[in-house]
Every structure is written in structure tokens, then in C-alpha cells.
């Protein structure tokens, strides 16, 4: 027995250091503080962040496609660690969209404590490493104890599973830190079914921590897939001779288990879960999204190129460019796991009898998970069906990832266990087919390319990242690179085919170490990385510019980037976008600039115009969002009145810009959206004149009073003192949510939707203290779940622990 754990341990070591070792080669600089794991060359962008003097001249920006690691993720990071460490829940960020629930975010991820601990970026390189171990030893778990693969194999394709393409293409997004617990969910399925009591426990605990983890898109898919994994295991463990009625036992108690696993994962995050479901329904992208809106159609069958060469259209790694449609990350390269693995040991899997329900399992799930990709019929068509159109079907080839891999380790298990001839000669020919149409490219480049290339040359197209011809010339050399390399690729799975079928066995020990080597060269490089100097660094006039009002950036500084300096804005960027509030910004914006619907408040710029005092005017609407300063970026003209021009930063004053909490002169009913909107955004509205709400009141005359802000310093609590002549409504130019509730004078106030997206409390003549308090009711809901969760939860635990297996 103890040399039966020594050996166990002595595998599960190897297995780790081989997912540290790879990991290493990708991003070691970063490992060992020399580079931070974020894109900051992208702060050189034009009109994003470093201003243009001379000490940032000689910073290239990269590919804006990994913009959201620094703009979204790094910024919400760092409100999250600043709220933890100041001992108070995130769950109110008031630094955009003129504060928002700070739901869609993965703040309870296990994976951030490292971040929330120390504050710093350097721990972004660990938490992937991190992510990186969670996904290799889960996929290792699950092949041990699914398709029973030996060591080998299983250690071979576990290193492999944070190398393949979902989560190289998506590293530093919080889309993999759910993926890596997909293998963990399938383990848990599998030990569920032989162990119903034990593995109920093991299921609701990988579910929660899958759902706590990262983008919650991928935590629904994961759950999607290992639904469907479960049916299946269950009617193949069902149909196993037995006793009749032991049988139907045995599956209704591996049934229950599962659902009872599941349910229990789920309210174990209901905290996070809850808060997050009730901020959705007030977005414009997801009900854009449920009422069938695709931001990322359909591809077709020209996606099973990308499968097998995830550089075909080009790719996003440093001194290359992506010329299909969309990104790269979103393409179907995110489904790659090596040419090699799909060449040689897919079609070995089928070889092995004893397997082929895993294969056919695996197999059919992977073109479920590839549906979307390829435009299967009647698939499509399910996944556009209400509620689950919410989902972002092109992101689920994380689950075919994992599952071709799985195939992939069979096939070395059949190598490693069958003597006799393996393969037929029709082996090589998908490699030599691939092969010839990589070496037509290299004289025949694909017409998008070569379309780009002529534009940018004749200057007709503008592209950031072939701006000179020395680029030009380099994303050439890059495009001949990987396609050169991809012919070697095409090379080597046809002599190892061709080695296999003369029953060499040097080759069945090289295919396993071969497979891993591709997709390393492939990751190589991609994760990017930056020099710490250029982490956020300091600009004089912003960081000198001392507001507790809001300050819009046009067409500067995207959101988050604002909140590096404490400046709170109408814009944001979080996925959601607050419905009411896209409604009165686009009353408001410039419509020569162009809005892509992902981003209506990301790149939201306002018009705005000189009076003949050369001071600032804008909508009405942005004065009553409290906007009382704007931020450009370049040279202002010359008769504008500013308030400062330094470092390529120049601002302007608002003067007709509302306070923050005022009382208006008259209330005005308006039910009707569409009218209400149509009064605010007429030129002439005045919001001190008269305020608009939904529900009648009962306020004679016109009102008179003064608010002042007492203390704004926590996100989710406000206090205001008012000293009203008569009474009157306050109104709060915060987004309105019903989470927040108000006392007035100690006494519950109800808090009234006002001028379509924003607060109001009625207030009585004389001194009023108004306290306002973000306490959402999903959140409490959330905990009591939770709390009711742990409690089932140690129950069964110990009853599992005292029960016979």
C-alpha cells in the first residue's frame, strides 16, 4: 500500500511539472518579474492612455484584440482588491456608467486571492500558472478514472489541454479560468456515477467553484456539456446486465446524485449568481442577445481549416495580423489541440475496441461543441432557441477541445498496447492534401490577404499594425513562417504515419512528446506581455485633475481606464450595458462616430460644441448626469477656454452641468418611455427646470431646496443633507437599481426612477439627512441560499464519510 501511494504521488508530480514546464517556455519572463502578463503596449494606442511626448515615442502598440485584459479585467481587478482590502464587499462600482452593480464579474474567483492578497501584477503570470495546473490535473483525473487511459497517455494529452488553442487564444481573459474546471466537472460526473453518495459531494463543489471562477457564459456551457455527458453515461451504465429493478435504483440514485450536485453547486454561488441574473435582465446586450441578435455568426464548413492550422487566416501573436472575419480569438482556431493529435491519433482511438463507447461519446459531443462552427442544421437551430441563445456558441469548443484530446489519448493507448499494424496507407492522405494547399499558399496567398496587403501598399486601406513598409514586409515574412511551419507539421505526421505502419517503436514513444512540442511552438509568443514602466504610469495634468463629479473622456482614455484616475464616467464597459441608460446616451451621442453594438457606452462620444463664450455645451442630459468636466485628447482651439493643455491632455469645463444630488423646480409625470425620452432629448430640456418620473406625486407647486453630498466615499453608501422650502424630489444622478433603498430623517424613503435611468426620493420642508444604501435583495437571497447550501451540503458529506462505498 505505501508503495502504491509513493508511486501515485511520484505520478502526479511528474504530471506537474511537466504543465509548469510548459508554461514556463510561454511566459517565464513573466514568471519571474521581468514582464507583466498584460498587454500594456496598448496603451500607446492612439487617443488611449500614454500621451504623445517623447519619452513613450518608441512603443509599438500590438493587436487591440486583447485590449479587454487591460481595459476590463485588470481595471475590475483593481477595484475588487481596493474594496477586499478596505474590508468591504464589491458590489457597487461607481466609476462607470454612472455607477453600476458590479455583478458581471468573477470577483469571488478563487483564482484573484492571489491578486486581492498582494495587489499586484506580477501575480497575474501565477493565477495563469495556476489555471494552467487546475486544468492539466483535472484533465489527467478524468481520463484516469473515464476512459481508465494509462499513465502515460493520460499524462501525455493533460499537458496538452493548456496548450491547445481555447486557452492560448484566450489567456489572461477570465474565460479560461472557467474552462479549467470543465475537466474537473466531467471527473466529478464520472465519480457521481460510481459513487453516488461521495461524488454528489465532489460535483456540487466543482460546480460552484466552475461558476464562482470566470465568465459565466462558459460555466453555463460547461454545464450544458456535462448534462449531456451525464445522459449518456447514464444509458450506458443502465443498459449493463443486471437486475432489473437494482438497475433502476442504481440509476435513479446516480440521477439524483447529479442533479442534487449540481443544484447544490449552483447555491453554493447563488451570492454571485443571483445579483448577476438580476443586473442582466436590465441589459441592452443580453436582451439584444435573447431576442436573436448574433454578434459572431455562424462559420460554415471552411471552420475545419482552422482546426487543423489555427494560422490559416493569419492569427493575433505579435508581428502577424488576423484578416478573416471577426478575431482571432473568436474564430474557430480556438478549437485547435495540434494537426499531429488529429493526423495520427484520433483515427488510432477507433482502433481500440475496448474503447469505442468513449469514442463515440467523445465524438458526438465534439460535433455538438463544434456545431456552431460548422453550421450544423437543427443544432443551430436549438442553440438560437430562447434563453439559450444567451450563450456564445463559438466559445464552446473549449469542451471539443478537451474531448479530442481525449481521443487523442486513446490513440496513444492503442499505440502502446497494440503490436499489429495500426494504420492503412489512406492514413496519410488528409496531411498530404493539407500539406499541397499550404505550399499553393505560399504563391497563391488567400485573396483577404493579399487584398489587405495591396490596400495598405496603394494606400487605400489603413491598418495600425502595417502602417510602414517595414511592417508590411514583416507580417509577410510571419504569414510564410507559419505556413512553412505547417507544411513541416503536415511533413512529420506523415512520416510518423508511415513509421507506425512499419511498426517502429521509436515512433510510438516520439508521437507523444511530438504532439506536446507542436502546440508549444504554437503558444510561443502569444501570451502578451509588457515591461513593468509601462504599467498605468503617471500623467500629470489627469492625476493633478481632483474631482468628485464625473469626468467624460471623448474619444480618450476607453473604459475602465478612467477609474486609474478616480474619474467617474457615463461610460463603461462590462458586457451588459444598462438598457435605460444606452437609451438617454444615444439621445446624446455623435453620430459621425462610429458604435459597434458590443460597445454603445465603450465608445461613446458625445457632440459637443463652443458657445460664444468659447465655453463647452453638451446635451442636456450629460448635464444632468453630473458631467462637469471633459477630457480630449490632441490640440484644442485656440479661443476655447480650458482648463488645462499639458502632456497631449486638454479638458474643458461643463458650466451648465447639474450637481450630483439637486432638487429640480417642477415634477412631471411621464409613463410613456418613448414620450419621456422625447422631451429629454429636446435641446431646449432644462433638468433644474423639471424632472420626470413614472409614477404620479402629489407635489404642489414648484419646489424649492438645496442638496449638499456629505460623504460619498464608500461605493455603495451615500449620504446627503437637504434644507427644503417646500417639499420636493431629489433627484440623484446615479443609475437607478433596486438595490438601493433610502432613509430620510432615520425613516425608509421609497427611491423613485427618475428621468428614465436615474434616483429620486421625495423629500419634506426643512432639514432632511438622506442616507442611501446598496444592499440588493438577490444578493441577500444569494447568501441565504448559500448559507442553506453548506448546511445540506456537510450533511451529506458526513454521511458519505460514514457510509460503506
Known sequence: MTRWIARRWARLLIVTLGLILCQFVLYGSALVGRT?????????LSNVYLPATAEYASVAPGNPTFSDILFEYEMNRRFAATEFRAGRLPLWNPGAYTGVPFANFAKYSPFLLLYYLFDAPWTLAWIQLLTALVAGLGAYAFFREGPRLSFWPAACVAWCVPLSGFFVLWEGFSLVYAAAWFPWLLYAVERTMRAPRRGGVLLALVTCLLVLSGQIDIGGQALLASGLYALVRLGCLHAIPSDRSRRWRRSFERGSALLAGWGLGLCLAAPHLLPLASYARTGARVASRLAGSEERPPVGLSAVFQFFDPNFLGNARSGSIYFGDGNHLESPAAAYVGALSLFVLVPLAWRDRSRRGWCALFTVLT????SWDLAIPGLLSLWRAPILSYFSYN????????????????GLESLRRAPGRLLTIGASVAPAVLGVLAIHRLNHWPDPFRALLDGVKQNTVRHHLMGTPEEVDRITRTFQHDTILFVVICAVAILLLVALRLRCQEARVAVGGAIVLEL????????????PALYLPPIGPLDSLETADRVLCANCLPPNLNQRFGFRDVRGYDGVDPARLMDLLDLCRDPKIPVP?????QYFVPVVRLTASHEAAVSPILSLANVQVLVFRGTPPAS????????????MANPRACP????????????DAGSRLAKMGNPDFDPRAVAYVETNLDLPGPCSGQATIVDATRPSRLDIHAEMATPGLLVVSDLWDDGWSAEVNGRPAPILRTDHAFRGVILPPGHSDIQMSYRPRSFRDGLFAMIGAVAVTLVWSASALTSKR
Do not use: K, M, N
Request: proline share 6%; aromatic share 12%.
Open 367 to 370: 460535433l455538438v461543441a463544434l
Open 640 to 651: 476655447a477656454v480650458t482648463l488645462f493643455h499639458r502632456d497631449d491632455y486638454w479638458a
Open 660 to 671: 450630483r444630488a439637486f432638487v429640480p423646480a417642477r415634477v412631471e409625470t411621464v409613463v
Open 395 to 410: 466559445r464552446f469548443v473549449f469542451v471539443s477541445g478537451l474531448l479530442l484530446l481525449g481521443l487523442a489519448g486513446i
Open 520 to 531: 508549444v511552438i504554437f503558444g510561443c509568443g502569444f501570451a502578451p506581455q509588457g515591461r
Open 597 to 601: 453594438p458590443y460597445g454603445r457606452a
Open 36 to 44: 507583466l502578463l498584460l498587454p500594456l503596449d496598448l496603451l500607446a
